[in-house]
Nanobody, 121 residues
Framework: VQLQASGGGLVQAGGSLRHSCVAS????????MGWFRQAPGKEREFVSA????????DYADSAKGRFTISRDNAKNTVYLQMNSLKPEDTAVYYC???????????????WGQGTQVTVSS
């Protein structure tokens, strides 16, 4: 499985960005995709996730009400729409695919390259 992420950038507080992550390879045998982020000096943290099958979604508390995850199974693509961005959302964002239903970040098996999101105040 290979992942190609895009969509980072610089935005002012209150603005929006949309991430995309295209998966290729043996996607049919995997569970779903998640988004994570890592700010300087901090550990990588969960942001949101979605399953390929039922479209079950999950969000970190920091993302609820502002971020929306969605999928296009025909394109093997997952999107993360980020609205009402705050300076504390500044981080490198990563997409990842889990072969099985993940219980934690350790349950994700394949990772895309990170994309920088910078939110200015």
């Amino acid at each position: 499985v290979q992942l190609q992420a895009s969509g980072g950038g610089l935005v002012q507080a209150g603005g929006s960005l949309r991430h995309s992550c295209v998966a290729s390879g043996r996607i049919a045998s995997t569970y779903g995709m998640g988004w994570f982020r890592q700010a300087p000096g901090k550990e990588r943290e969960f942001v949101s996730a979605i399953s390929w099958g039922g479209g079950n979604t999950d969000y970190a508390d920091s993302a609820k009400g502002r971020f929306t995850i969605s999928r296009d199974n025909a394109k093997n693509t997952v999107y993360l729409q980020m609205n009402s961005l705050k300076p504390e959302d500044t981080a490198v964002y990563y997409c990842a695919v889990a072969r099985f239903r993940p219980a934690s970040i350790g349950g994700y098996d394949y990772w895309g390259q990170g994309t920088q999101v910078t939110v200015s105040s």
